[in-house]
C-alpha cells in the first residue's frame, strides 16, 4: 500500500508551517507590540476614487459603443454574473464566466498559461517565457504568441492568462520567474506587447499578470503561523518612482500594446491588497495607463467585496465568495453605485467585442475536458504549421557562455559520455496527473527544510514538473530529521512548475536526441544517468554533464546551486579533459563552483525550451545551428552578490503577523544593482557567445526634430498613457558586422544612462551573413528618456547630454555617444 500523496499547494503549506514554527520558537510572540489589526497600516496605499470608467479611447470606441447597447439589455443578476467566476462543471476551464444565451453571449473560458494549453491533449508545449526572453528576438515571440494563442481558441479559450511580467524578476530565487522574459523592464515590456498584440490577433484575450509588485512566493496568501495565529499576505513597500520606473514599465507597454485584461495579484502593495488597491487600480492602471480592458483577480486573491469593486476591481475568480450575490446585495443598498457594476460589465463585454469573439468563436471549453485521464471527445489543438516556429523557440533560447578552445561544436566523436540525471525523460507520463519517476538518494543528511526542499527542486528529471512527494520519506526532513533517503516525483512537462506548466505532446530529450545523432556519426555512447561519481572512460572525445534548477509557483527556490549538481560536475570533470556542462534553468544558476576549472570547456544555459529541446540542443552543440541566446538576468559570482531582498520568514517584533517586503533598494535590481556597487559579475545581462565573431561601428545619433521639447508630455490619456511619451525623439544606428566567418545572429544592445545607471533602451536580433554588415536601428522614445517625476506624478524629459552606448551586452559596449537635447 503506498503511502499518502501530498499536494503542491499542501506541500507549500506545510513549507509555510514549518519555517513559521522554527521562526516562532525564536521570536518573542509575547511581545506587546505586535500588531494585529491590519488599521495599523491604513493611509499607506493612498485612497484614490472613484474608479474611473472605460471610454472606447484609443481604438476600442467601436467594441465600447457595442457594449453600451449589449448592457443596457442586462438585467442586474446578469450583470454581477459577468463579473463573478463560475465553476463550470462540463470543462476543465480554470475559470469560467456564465453565458447569457438571451443575447448569444456564450460566457468565457479562462486558461492558463504561457507556454501552452496547460493540462490538456493534443497540444503543444512551447518554450517556457523565460527561454523566449533569452531570445531577445521579437518576432519569435510573436510568432510563438500567435500559435499558443491559436491552440487556445482551437480549445475554446477565451481568456489566455498571460504574458507574466511580474514577478519581474526582484527576488533572484522567486518560485516564477522563469513565468517572465527578463529581469529588466525594457524587456520584459517590449516581449510582453509582442506576446499581447501577436495572441490578440488570433482573438484570444491576453491576462496579462501578476499586477503588481508580486516578487516572492513565500506568504503571497495569508495563512497561520506555528501557534495557529493569522498571518497575512506579504506587503511589497515601494515608493512611487520605484513602482513606475521598474514594476510598472511593462505593464504600460502590455496596456500599450491593447492587453484585454491585467490580472492582479495575491500581496499586498504598501499594505493594501493588490485586487482592492485603489492607488494601483483606479490611479495607476485605469487613470494614469488609461486601460480599457477589464482587472481579474488571481484566483483566490481577493479578500473584500466592496472595497475590492470600489477600488477597480471587475471579475473575480474562479468563484463569486465575495461578488456573485454579495455584490449583488451591495448595489441594491447602494455600496456599490450601480455605475461601477455597468462600467464592471462593459469593460467585460468591450474586451469580448473587441477580440471579435462574437463572431465564429471556437465553443467555450470545448477542448478542455474536466479530467483528460477518462474517457472524451478528442479535439485537436495543435496550431497548423507550428512545427518549425516550435524549434526555432527552443534554439534560440539557449545561451553559450563558455566555449574554451572551440570545444563547440562537437564534431562527430568517437566516444560520446552523457552523465547526469537531467538527460533522460521520465519514464512515463500522463495528463494530467504524470507517472511516478522514481529518484536515487541523492541526500542521506539533508539541512533541515533547505534540504528537504533541495531534492524537491534539483532532481525531478529532465523537464520537470507538477510535483507529489511521498509524506513519510519527505517529512522528516523539512521537521530537520537527519535522513531522506529516498523521494519520489511527478514530472508533468519541459517547463516550470504550477499554473504556468505546459502539456507536451511528446519529449525529446537530450538523451534521445544525442542517441539519434550518435547512430547518423557511428559514435559510440556511455550513460551514467544516477551516480553522483559515475565512472569515466578516459578515451571519452567530450563528456556531457546534464543538470537543472527547478522551480515552481507557491514555492522559491533554496537557492542559487546545490551541492550534488556541483559536484558531480566537478566529479566528471576531474576525469575528463572535455567536459561539457549544460543546465536546463529555471532561474538563475550560478556556476563558479566549477567554471574555471581548466577540463571544463563549455557551459550551455539551456532554460526551458520545451518539448523539442533535446532536438533543438543537438542541432547548436554539433553546429547545425549557432548559438544566438542572450542572458535576460545577470550570474553573479557569489549569491551574496544580489543583496538580501528576500523576505524568507515573517520577521520578528511587531510585524510578525503582517509580514513586510520593504523595496528599499529601490531601482537597484539586476544589472542596474551590479553597476551602482561596482561588482562584477561572473556573466552579465545581455551576454552569450556565438560561433562567430562581431564587430560594432558607426555609431550615430540623431535628433528626430532641433524644436525644444516641453519638459512633460501632453498628449491625450490612451491605453499606456499618454500619447506623446511613445513620439520618437531620437534615432540611433550601427553596423554590426560578422568577422568570424560563419553565419550567426547577433543582439545589437542599446543602453541610455539614466538616473546614474545605464539602461537597456533597444535591441535588435540580426541575422548576419559571414563577412557581411547590417545596419541596427534603435528609435529612442520620449518615454525612453524619461524619469518618473514624484511630485509632477509625469514622465519629465530632462534637457542635456544622454550618454548612448551600443555593444553585444550590457558591459560590453564598445560604441559610445552623446544625446544632447
Known sequence: MHPPKISVALLAALLHSCLSSAQSSSSSTGNATVITSESYFYGQSPPVYPSPNGTGVGDWKAAYTKAEAFVSQLTLSEKVNLATGWVDPSTGCSGSILPIPRLGFPGFCLQDATSGVRSVDYVNAYPS??????SWNRELTAALAKNIATEFRLKGANVLNGPVVGPLGRVTTGGRNWEGFADDPYLSGQLAAQYVKAGQEVGVIMNTKHYIANEQEYYRNPGTDGAGNAVASVSSNLDDKTLHELYLWPFADAVRAGSGAIMCSYNKVNNSHACQNSKTLNGILKGELGFQGFVCSDWGAVHSGVASALSGLDMEMPSGIYFGSYLYAAVINGSVPISRLDDMAMRIIAT??????????????????????LPHTPVNGKAPGSKANILQGAIEGHVLVKNANNALPLKAPALLSIYGYDAPAQTAYNVPNGTLNDLASYFTNP?????????????????SLNITAWIPTLIPGLLGTPAVQSTKANVKSPSGGGSGSSSPPYISSPFEALSQRAYDDSTSLYWDFTSPTPQVDPT??????????????????????????DNLILSVASRCANTIVILHNAGIRLVDTFADHPNISAIVYAHLPGQDSGRALVKLLYGDENFSGKLPYTVARNESDYGNLYTHAVPEGQFARFPQSDFTEGVEIGYRAFEAKNITPRYEFGFGLSYTRFQFSGLQIRKVSNETLPAYPTGEIIPGGRADLWDNVAIVTAQVANVGGIDGAEVAQLYVTLGGYRQLRGFEKVLVGRNGSVEVSFPLTRRDLSSWDVEAQEWVLGEGNYEVAVGSSSRDLPLVGTLSL
Open 129 to 134: 517565457p523565460l527561454h523566449i526572453g533569452a
Open 352 to 373: 469580448w467585442y473587441q477580440m471579435g469573439q462574437d463572431a465564429n468563436f471556437t465553443t467555450r471549453g470545448v477542448g478542455i475536458p474536466i479530467n483528460p485521464d
Open 540 to 565: 571519452s572525445s567530450a563528456c556531457l554533464v546534464f543538470i537543472n534548477a527547478f522551480a515552481t509557483e507557491t514555492l522559491d527556490r533554496s537557492g542559487t546551486h546545490d551541492a550534488y549538481s
Open 447 to 463: 539541512a533541515g527544510i533547505q534540504g528537504a526542499y533541495a531534492i524537491l527542486e534539483y532532481f525531478l528529471g529532465f523537464g
